[in-house]
């Protein structure tokens, strides 16, 4: 849908230019200071007038750089971030594409990322940047698989790739999800999924059909995923590739003006891209977290009927506020903890993670078993 | 079905050639407006405002070279993985060989992650996911002059006073 094209882009800018200033309002209220307090009410224009200033920067390009990889690098960075949100369901009747590759489509996409942060590095000639995106592409590379075992453990339990029908499932509208070769109309929930316990929650929706409630487990895979999400994004505590204090700015220290801020726009688009995922996969997505209890119809009443301006109005709100949670939660983070050290990243990933999520994997699939 | 198909995939080479645009229009936008007056000095490469030695492009460390490597394993393993949990567990395979379909699908999958897991194994094992650990410095040195000689000449000059106040 054009659409939805439309409205994620403008989100995608938006929610950057704002989000650039929380950060640095977080980071201030975290190190007790004012943060940017000059241009607007309370400095809330500091990012626009940033930008402003970025865009008429002068485009510099180092002597000794592959001019062709240092040029392409930055589009080739954003524009694998940004068709990731080609498959996310804003709403239960806006989403890109209802391709039903879905999120196997937004794992392979988004890993050209590392393809232009290399391209950058390189073609740069700069031995900051060479550093930086060996690392940047050996920290990525490597959270990939922690990352791709838990989006598995959620895939495994709603038996779809597709992130609109696995929205679907987990809330009250889940027999309106209908396609040529799917039906749902019989479809119905149960309470932690399983059948056996009798307890059918279909009706009551809200929190209890999210897939962490679905699967207990999954809250631990989301653990998972939300520590591999932190190393893909480049967020502290794993911001090796760009420790300011070792590596000045990491791939990107030769960039200036217009393509330093696609390199920015797309970092911090890709938050908003892991934070979506996780949304959608582990909490339910567009779905209402108020069950309906009784006469007391608060699932209903907070979620309007797939397809009607009510309903596209309630998921937008639903998503976007879980989403938001789950950045403002990276902010605090990135406030909080130090950098990790190279082998220590190494290890967390390959000693801990991969094997427990490997585990997590096994338990999910006999868990699903179970659920039919 | 095939049309369906089709046309959800040109939405998403929307999405590629809108952000590709979207870029464009920018980078044509500053180019309008900035100034361009490049010399010697701006454009060499930045290295903390020496000049800069040698060329970048040189060796590098063999470990990254290790860590890719493993992360093809895993990652193919992956690949695998993707169309076989969409499904193992689908209700109507699963009922209409009473169940045995989905404990063979899992039993079969395990066998294959095991196996690869035993590669995972000997990686660690090899000892190739050990990156360079930076070893704490111990000191070595042995004095001739005992310890306690030390602490004498410490509280004889240590000044009563001078806690911090």
Known sequence: MVIAFVLLLLLVIIYTVFAVYIERKV???????LGPMEVGKFGILQTVADLLKLIQKEDIIPKTADKFLFLVAPVIIFTAVFSGFAVIPLTSGIIGSIASVGVFYLLAIISLDVL?????????NNKYTIYGAMRAVSQIVSYEVPLGIS?????VICQTLNLQEISFQQGIWIQQYQTETINYSNELNYLFGIKKLGIE????????????????????????????SLAE???????????????????????????WSMVMLA?????????????????????????NIGSLRLAEWTSGLPGTVMGNIWGIFWILLKVFALILVQMWIRWTYPRLRVDQLMSLCWKYLTPISLVLLFICAIWRLLMI | MENILISEFSYILLFIVGAIVFIAGGLITAWIIRPSRPNDEKKTSYECGEDPVGNAWGQFNIRFYIVALIFILFDVEIIFLFPWATVFGQQTLVETTSGVWGWFAITEMSIFIFILTLGLVYAWKKGYLDWVKPLPKTEDFNSKVPYSLYEKVNQKYTVPSSKPE
Do not use: K
């Open chain 1, 267 to 291: 970092e911090y688009a890709m938050m908003l891209l892991v934070s979506f995922v996780a949304a959608i996969l582990f909490f339910g997505g567009w779905n209402t977290p108020f069950p």
């Open chain 1, 27 to 33: 980071s201030a209220f975290a190190q007790d200071r």
């Open chain 1, 201 to 228: 929650v279909t009706d009551i929706g809200g929190f209890l059909t999210w897939n962490v409630v679905r699967m207990p487990l999954l809250f631990f895979v989301f653990i998972i995923f939300f520590i591999s």
């Open chain 1, 233 to 259: 994004a480049n967020r502290t505590p794993f911001d090796l590739p760009e420790a300011e204090s070792e590596l000045i700015g990491g791939f990107h220290t030769e960039y200036t003006g217009f393509r």
């Open chain 1, 151 to 155: 989006v598995l453990c959620a895939v």
């Open chain 1, 116 to 124: 232009g942060i290399l391209m950058a590095g390189w073609g740069s």
